[in-house]
C-alpha cells in the first residue's frame, strides 16, 4: 500500500540517486497524463523547458552578460526558492500551476547564470 508521500520511483539504488540529484517526483506535486506521471515534479518540468528554451534561443541570438541581467536572473530565482522554502517549512501549501511557473522562471534565470558563468570564464 502507498502511503500519501510515496514517490512514483521504485526503491533501487538508481531512483533513489536520482531523487537526491534531479527530483523528488512526489505523485501529488507531479504532472500526469492519463495513469503516466511526467519524469520530474511540476516546478522542474518548468524548470527544464525554460531552460532549454532559453539555451534554444541564446543559439540564435547573441547575449552579453552584464551585472543587470545577472542581477535579474538572481532574482528570477527567489519565486521559485521561495515558494520551495515556504512549503518545505509547512508555511503554506503549493499547487502545481504555481510550482511549474514558478519553475518556469526559475529556469531563466538558471540558464542566465549557466551562460554568464560560461560567458565569464571562457571569453
Ligand atoms: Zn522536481
Redesign the pocket.
Known amino acids: 500500500m502507498k502511503n500519501k508521500n510515496s514517490n512514483v520511483a521504485t526503491n533501487n539504488p538508481v531512483d533513489s540517486l536520482s531523487k537526491v540529484f ?4 512526489l505523485p501529488e ?1 507531479t504532472f500526469k497524463i492519463g495513469k503516466w506521471y511526467f519524469p ?2 511540476s ?2 518540468t518548468g524548470i527544464y523547458i525554460s531552460i532549454f528554451s532559453y539555451y534554444f534561443f541564446v543559439y540564435f541570438v547573441y547575449v552579453e552578460y552584464d551585472l543587470i541581467i545577472i542581477i535579474t536572473a538572481f532574482l528570477m530565482i527567489i519565486p521559485a526558492l521561495l515558494d520551495g522554502i515556504t512549503q518545505f517549512f509547512g508555511f503554506r501549501e503549493s499547487n502545481n500551476t504555481l510550482r511549474f511557473t514558478t519553475g518556469l522562471i526559475a529556469g531563466i534565470g538558471l540558464g542566465i547564470l549557466f551562460k554568464a558563468m560560461k560567458w565569464i570564464l571562457f571569453s
Open positions: 534531479i527530483c523528488h517526483r506535486r520530474v515534479c516546478r522542474c
